[in-house]
């Protein structure tokens, strides 16, 4: 076993203990959004009345407002009202729909209140939770994601065997319960220095947000296209391939984010689309199944990324995530571009028979121009610094001259991807318990790595690697 192989972190599945469990009440949110909207397996007549679109529209708008409201609402996880607000809006929504089910004349009435009330409290809770995550080390913000989407999906399997009077109760209580956890979150598991602060700042990523758009947009249009044929693969929800992509990217975190970065990934969901909509059907690799798995899995993986990104865009800058969050919530609707081009491509209506595959290829093309010419590695390396690493800074303060200070010393002692970000941490006064913390490895792990940093720079205490890296400006 060579020096830097056994430099690597081991993590044992005994340590999931240590994570506070509470970060993991968004996947009671997922649970609910599944089974009142994506894939409800019983009645929801006001749901149903209003449309999937009229809940969309409402989660938008109100994502919007938050968004442009930053600088006031910031931090909203310390505000009081904003958690029994969305426990009561949420709920009413549940309600309305039990009580459609129970007195049907009472449908009508309650489709414009229980419409506003699921898509104003959806879009707090989303943003609350969006701005908790941003507050954590990037590590994890994609393992406790990744167990999000595990954790929902399958909360989700298991709440569809409920009889429906069950169902709508925890309807009904679901959201309460994750607006309780994400208090406990913020107030017991977030230290008061890694607390977003109020902040006007308006450094918004409008570039990325546009290949946001433009992938939104080949996501729907795919998803549309396939799901008719395979609806238990395709969703943003509780899909089997939505667990699987989150089983593989809990692994990754878990076991390899040291050797291969999370900003390594950038590029796999576009190339992931596009063996989905033209690779595997042009070769005829595992059929209509292995494109849909493709595509889905693709969508899944993109998400993921969106979050950890806007997430270290947050904590880095100081910029408010309610602002990119709600940037970001606000996009959803170009969906609905790409699930009506689907239909008009479908073989019956543009193009003839030629429809599905014109939108295929012209699908992949946008992801072409997406990943060469805009999603390129100097923008997101020089611009944004994509490598998911350190705290919340200016572009041209003393942490943004450390972590450059730290990155030439690395390359000069030839470290690991692993050992530099120890450096980096210990740089900016992390303890062994707080870098341990910050990577999700263990204290003897950080002290190892610690002594092979030293070792390959030729030092023996804090004080001279300080030293070293003052020299160094």
Same mark, same amino acid.
């Given at each position: 076993?060579?020096?830097?192989?056994a430099a690597?972190?081991? +993590?044992?599945?005994?340590?999931?203990?240590?994570? @506070?469990l509470?970060? $993991?009440?968004?996947?009671?949110w997922?649970?609910?959004?599944?089974?009142s909207?994506?894939?409800?397996?019983?009645p929801?007549?006001?749901?149903?009345?209003?449309g999937?679109?009229?809940?969309?529209i409402?989660?938008a708008a109100?994502?919007?407002t938050?968004?442009l409201l930053?600088?006031?609402l910031? @931090? /909203?996880a310390?505000?009081?009202?904003?958690?029994?607000?969305?426990?009561?809006?949420?709920? #009413?929504s549940?309600?309305?729909?039990?009580?459609?089910v129970?007195?049907?004349?009472?449908?009508?009435? /309650?489709? !414009? @209140?229980?419409?506003?009330?699921?898509g104003?409290?959806?879009a707090l809770?989303?943003?609350?939770?969006?701005e908790?995550y941003?507050?954590?080390?990037?590590?994890?913000?994609?393992?406790?994601y990744?167990?999000?989407?595990?954790?929902?999906?399958?909360?989700? #399997?298991?709440?569809?065997?409920?009889r429906?009077?069950y169902?709508y109760?925890?309807?009904?209580?679901?959201?309460?319960?994750? !607006?309780a956890?994400a208090?406990?979150s913020?107030?017991c598991?977030?230290?008061?220095?890694d607390r977003?602060? !109020?902040?006007?700042?308006r450094?918004?990523?409008?570039? #990325?947000f546009l290949? =946001?758009?433009l #992938?939104?947009?080949v996501?729907?249009?795919?998803s549309?296209a396939?799901s008719?044929?395979?609806p238990s693969l395709?969703?943003?929800?509780?899909t089997w391939t939505?667990?699987v992509g989150g089983?593989?990217?809990?692994?990754?975190?878990w +076991?390899?984010?040291?050797r291969? @970065?999370?900003?390594?990934?950038? +590029?796999?969901?576009?190339?992931?689309i596009?063996?989905?909509?033209l690779i595997v059907? $042009?070769?005829? *690799?595992?059929?209509?199944?292995?494109?849909s798995?493709?595509?889905?899995?693709g969508?899944?993986?993109f998400?993921? &990324?969106? $979050?950890l990104?806007?997430?270290?865009i947050?904590? +880095?800058?100081?910029?408010?995530?309610?602002l990119?969050?709600?940037?970001?919530e606000?996009l959803? /609707?170009v969906?609905?571009?790409?699930?009506?081009?689907?239909?008009?491509l479908?073989?019956?209506? &543009?193009?003839g028979?030629?429809g599905?595959?014109?939108?295929?290829?012209?699908a992949?093309?946008?992801?072409a121009?997406?990943t060469? =010419?805009? $999603?390129?590695?100097?923008?997101?390396?020089?611009?944004?610094?994509l490598a998911?690493?350190?705290?919340? !800074?200016?572009?041209?303060?003393e942490h943004g001259r *450390?972590?450059?200070?730290?990155?030439?010393?690395?390359?000069?002692?030839?470290l690991?991807?692993?050992?530099?970000?120890v =450096?980096?941490?210990?740089?900016?006064?992390?303890?062994?318990?707080?870098?341990?913390?910050? /990577?999700i490895?263990?204290?003897?792990?950080a002290?190892?790595h610690?002594?092979h940093i030293?070792?390959?720079l030729?030092?023996n205490?804090?004080?001279?690697?300080l030293?070293l890296?003052?020299?160094e400006s």
């Amino acid at each position: 076993m060579t020096h830097d192989a056994a430099a690597q972190p081991t +993590r044992s599945l005994a340590s999931i203990a240590d994570m @506070p469990l509470s970060f $993991l009440g968004f996947a009671l949110w997922r649970a609910w959004v599944s089974l009142s909207y994506a894939n409800p397996v019983c009645p929801m007549p006001v749901n149903t009345a209003a449309g999937h679109l009229s809940y969309d529209i409402v989660l938008a708008a109100c994502a919007v407002t938050v968004a442009l409201l930053s600088s006031r609402l910031a @931090p /909203l996880a310390s505000k009081r009202w904003v958690y029994p607000s969305i426990a009561l809006l949420l709920g #009413f929504s549940a309600t309305a729909n039990a009580a459609a089910v129970i007195w049907p004349a009472a449908a009508a009435p /309650l489709v !414009a @209140p229980a419409t506003l009330a699921g898509g104003a409290g959806s879009a707090l809770l989303i943003l609350l939770w969006c701005e908790i995550y941003s507050c954590l080390g990037a590590a994890r913000v994609a393992l406790y994601y990744a167990l999000t989407i595990i954790g929902g999906v399958l909360l989700t #399997f298991l709440l569809q065997g409920f009889r429906e009077e069950y169902l709508y109760g925890v309807l009904i209580a679901l959201p309460a319960l994750s !607006a309780a956890l994400a208090h406990r979150s913020y107030r017991c598991h977030i230290p008061a220095e890694d607390r977003p602060a !109020a902040s006007g700042r308006r450094l918004i990523p409008w570039k #990325f947000f546009l290949i =946001l758009a433009l #992938f939104e947009l080949v996501a729907s249009y795919s998803s549309a296209a396939i799901s008719a044929e395979h609806p238990s693969l395709i969703g943003s929800h509780s899909t089997w391939t939505t667990l699987v992509g989150g089983v593989l990217l809990f692994v990754w975190v878990w +076991r390899f984010s040291s050797r291969l @970065p999370l900003s390594t990934l950038y +590029r796999a969901p576009a190339m992931l689309i596009c063996c989905g909509l033209l690779i595997v059907p $042009l070769f005829g *690799i595992g059929g209509s199944v292995a494109g849909s798995f493709c595509t889905a899995l693709g969508v899944m993986l993109f998400n993921a &990324l969106v $979050l950890l990104f806007l997430c270290d865009i947050a904590k +880095r800058f100081g910029v408010s995530a309610l602002l990119l969050f709600g940037i970001e919530e606000a996009l959803l /609707l170009v969906s609905w571009v790409g699930r009506g081009a689907a239909e008009a491509l479908d073989g019956q209506g &543009l193009f003839g028979a030629l429809g599905p595959a014109v939108g295929s290829v012209a699908a992949v093309a946008v992801i072409a121009i997406v990943t060469l =010419l805009v $999603l390129n590695k100097r923008e997101i390396d020089e611009r944004w610094g994509l490598a998911f690493l350190g705290k919340r !800074a200016a572009e041209d303060d003393e942490h943004g001259r *450390i972590a450059h200070r730290c990155a030439e010393v690395a390359a000069r002692g030839r470290l690991t991807p692993r050992e530099g970000e120890v =450096l980096e941490l210990l740089a900016q006064g992390k303890s062994l318990s707080g870098v341990a913390s910050e /990577l999700i490895i263990a204290e003897g792990t950080a002290k190892a790595h610690t002594r092979h940093i030293y070792e390959k720079l030729g030092i023996n205490t804090r004080q001279e690697l300080l030293d070293l890296l003052m020299a160094e400006s």
